[in-house]
């Protein structure tokens, strides 16, 4: 049984608007990836792509920055309180929505 059951018209171009229930499901807005998975009983699973796996070279990066980071070592001239500020969120989920501590200069 669905949670969600939604109907979609596919235009000329084989386009589709997924719905609003289904985007704030999944949680994705504009410009974000999904992707899709079709099974052999002829079920289409939709899925969100998460943006930081989506390029493997920049995810090896970050995990080579955070080994580094976690190691003591710095990158240039990374400065301590930085270096322990990252260190402390490191692996916490943030969304942009959340607010911004300190001063931020743009």
């Known amino acids: 049984m669905s ?5 979609a018209t596919m235009t000329a171009k084989g386009q589709i608007t997924l719905p609003k229930a289904i985007r704030q499901a999944l949680g ?3 410009g974000a990836k999904v992707a899709f998975e079709l099974h052999e009983d ?3 699973v939709v899925s969100r792509v998460d943006a930081e796996h989506e390029d493997p070279a920049i ?5 080579l920055l955070a080994a580094d980071i976690r190691a003591g070592r710095h990158v240039g001239a990374m400065p301590d309180d930085l270096a ?9 989920e ?3 929505d959340e607010d911004i501590e300190g001063e931020v200069a743009l």
């Open 42 to 44: 002829g079920q289409v």
């Open 28 to 30: 994705v807005d504009v």
């Open 94 to 96: 943030a969304g942009p």
């Open 84 to 92: 322990r500020d990252m260190l402390e969120h490191a692996g916490r």
């Open 59 to 63: 995810g090896a990066f970050l995990d």
């Open 3 to 7: 949670i969600i059951h939604e109907v």
